[in-house]
């Protein structure tokens, strides 16, 4: 568990519990958070910490070491307690990263506004693909194309650079493929400053070298892309 973050889920809701759990199955520091005292006894043998705390209480939140929280996903519905609480957990303790649900698009601007890092619409994204993306931070991207096939935009991991496609023999040692690459190639601007303009490489040439900064667009089975997110 050395140098893996530790993440809080306040509001366990369908969404809330399913990222919760889903964080907790690979192994992280999780800690859940409800006022309601059954979702806390049907989690509690779930992840490593089951609190029944209500969220506004900041005297609480200090007190059982909310500070050491890396990460905190807040899914709770009620729009005031989740603009309130984004507001205290970045101004006052500090948490890295603050994502929260927003239930519309008015929703959203404010928590922007209070700082949130990332907004969640639950209609676009589920609790399955945030606990992905946040496990895998080099993951940009993940399209579900049935059970066993992921479509996934993934940082070039550090073994490739350098190498073309050919010498990664990556069909052969992991079976799966690359179907595009996206990178930032230098243009000539106004006043001959230097900029970047994102292209993509459709199917790329087995002679196609990865260099820093690519964006491999990967096509695999599940558990074969799980082998390249941890290089």
């Not at 889920?9 to 859940?32: D, H, P, W």
């Not at 073309?164 to 079976?175: A, H, S, V």
Request: aromatic content about 6%; overall charge negative.
């Amino acid at each position: 568990m050395e140098n893996k973050k530790v993440f809080a889920v306040i509001g366990l809701g369908s969404f809330g519990y399913t990222v919760a759990t889903k964080l907790s199955e690979k192994g992280y520091e999780v800690m859940a958070i409800d006022k309601d005292e059954n979702k806390i006894d049907d989690i509690s043998n779930k992840v490593t910490h089951a609190i029944q705390l209500n969220a506004l209480d900041e005297k609480s939140l200090k007190e059982i070491g909310f500070t050491d929280v890396d990460i905190v996903i807040i899914a709770i519905k009620e729009l005031a307690t989740s603009i309130l609480l984004s507001s205290f957990l970045k101004e006052e303790l500090k948490i890295k990263l603050v994502i929260a649900k927003a239930n519309d698009v008015k929703h959203g601007k404010v928590l922007e506004k209070v700082g949130v890092d990332r907004i969640i619409y639950t209609e676009i994204e589920s609790a399955e693909h945030l606990a992905s993306t946040l496990i895998t931070p080099s993951i940009f991207d993940i399209i579900e194309l049935s059970p066993t096939y992921n479509l996934v935009e993934i940082k070039a991991p550090e073994p490739f650079l350098g190498k073309t496609i050919e010498e990664i023999d990556i069909r052969k040692r992991f079976d799966i493929n690359i179907i595009a690459i996206k990178r930032n190639q230098p243009t000539e601007g106004e006043d001959f400053k230097l900029n970047f303009e994102q292209t993509t490489i459709i199917s790329p040439s087995p002679k196609e070298r990865i260099i820093e900064g690519d964006i491999l667009v990967i096509l695999g089975l599940k558990e074969h892309l799980e082998k390249i997110e941890k290089l």
